[in-house]
């Protein structure tokens, strides 16, 4: 039997509008600390409760290399009564805010590769957080673009996107679909706890998305796909417990375990040398040597991260040729990281030329998706 390949066709970038620098965030949040502090002066002085610790713009460019961030609403977070963004819920008859942001990245796809909608089988809605129990968020966003044949969600945190990969080749293999969007609209902010000193300049918001395609009816340019490698390993040191038994308003300063939370040492010690080896691993097996691999496209997990696993898996330091990072401007974005790195670092790539789209983060989780500049 004839099995199809299946290629990336074209990927698709909405950036929203609004940025919030490292200046103005930890402006915003040494304000919420003097007003805690000077709040609960007696409760911290007779010892009942900790003061609070300011954060500062140096810490934050050394820990993680994240200079700006986008974001859907900026005057919410910044907000110190408020410290989370402003997003009014609409009604029912009204495209969700997820779905528009994904939408837009759906479309910018679709334009680059030449496709239309109608020619597309399948939507795969893959992010870290869906803006609802159901309908499922990948059926509205099929219905926005008018579009036959099936969605569905799938979460794998910072992982989502390539496993949303795999599962469209899989689907184009199988021959269950010609054309598979996979969209990644990452509202991060919504998850984020912008009170917690640790990790409140963690997260930027913004929407990716891959079209993949039988290749015998992809656009020049496309990319071959030389192997996909996904893996799971459990751990509670990236969790959020929100959900629909435990919920939370995260306007309010106890919802923490209801959002982001990490034992951010213990990732990072635990998770390089997991993708590391997984990559070396997954290169072994497809013949790929390190000389042969032109560019690392890695999840934009943050910059010391990205610089030691790029090392390991290289045998040297990568330059920014080699392993572009997006973190100064868009912070990390789960899921979309790797894609947008992918989606802005194309240059210089002549047919032949392989690259390595990777995700890694909560779950564990990790994905690494080997592609070669088609001919
Ligand atoms: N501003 C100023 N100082 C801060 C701060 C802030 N916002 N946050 C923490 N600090 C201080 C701590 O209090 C600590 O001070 P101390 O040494 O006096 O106790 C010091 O900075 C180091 O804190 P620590 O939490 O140990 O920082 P780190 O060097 O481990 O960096 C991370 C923190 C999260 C950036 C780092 O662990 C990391 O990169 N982890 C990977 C996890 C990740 O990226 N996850 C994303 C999902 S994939």
């Given at each position: ?13 909405h950036?929203p ?55 859907v609403n ?11 963004p402003d997003i009014p819920e609409r009604?029912?008859?009204q495209p969700s805010i997820l779905a528009e942001m994904g939408v837009k ?24 957080n869906m803006q609802r129990?159901?309908?499922?968020m990948?059926?509205e ?44 609209p990452?509202i991060?902010s919504g ?14 918001d913004?929407a ?168």
């Amino acid at each position: 039997m004839h099995i199809p390949e299946a290629v990336i066709a074209a990927t698709g970038l909405h950036t929203p509008d609004e940025t919030i620098s490292n200046a103005e965030l930890v402006d915003s949040f040494n304000s919420y600390v003097a007003k805690f502090n000077s709040e609960n002066a007696e409760a911290i002085a007779s010892g009942a409760i900790p003061a609070l610790s300011p954060s500062s713009v140096e810490f934050i460019e050394k820990a993680s290399g994240i200079i700006s961030r986008h974001v859907v609403n900026r005057s919410g977070i910044l907000d110190i009564d408020r410290m989370c963004p402003d997003i009014p819920e609409r009604p029912n008859d009204q495209p969700s805010i997820l779905a528009e942001m994904g939408v837009k990245a759906a479309r910018d796809a679709l334009t680059r590769a030449g496709r239309d909608p109608s020619e597309v089988d399948a939507v795969l809605c893959a992010a870290s957080n869906m803006q609802r129990a159901y309908p499922a968020m990948a059926i509205e966003i099929q219905s926005e673009l008018g579009i036959e044949g099936f969605a569905f969600d799938m979460n794998v945190a910072c992982s989502s996107a390539t496993f949303g990969l795999k599962t469209a080749v899989d689907f184009v293999r199988s021959g269950q679909a010609r054309s598979v969007l996979v969209v990644n609209p990452e509202i991060c902010s919504g998850h984020l706890n912008w009170r917690d000193r640790d990790s409140h300049f963690i997260f930027g918001d913004v929407a990716t998305a891959i079209l993949v395609e039988r290749r015998d009816r992809a656009p020049e340019g496309h990319w071959n796909i030389l192997g996909a490698r996904l893996k799971t390993q459990y751990s509670s040191n990236i969790r959020n417990n929100f959900g629909f038994l435990n919920r939370a308003d995260p306007a309010t300063a106890n919802a923490s375990d209801k959002l982001f939370v990490q034992e951010g040492r213990r990732v990072f010690k635990e998770v390089v040398p997991l993708v590391a080896e997984m990559i070396l691993d997954h290169m072994a097996e497809l013949g790929i040597e390190r000389q042969h691999l032109k560019r690392l496209w890695l999840h934009q997990a943050n910059a010391n991260m990205n610089r030691l696993i790029a090392a390991k898996v290289l045998g040297h330091e990568a330059g920014p040729e080699e392993s572009p990072t997006v973190l100064d401007t868009y912070a990390n974005t789960s899921s979309a990281g790797s894609i947008i790195a992918f989606h802005l670092n194309q240059d210089g790539f002549e047919p032949g030329d392989r690259g390595l789209i990777c995700s890694f983060g909560a779950g564990y989780s990790a994905g690494t998706i080997f592609v070669e500049k088609s001919y």
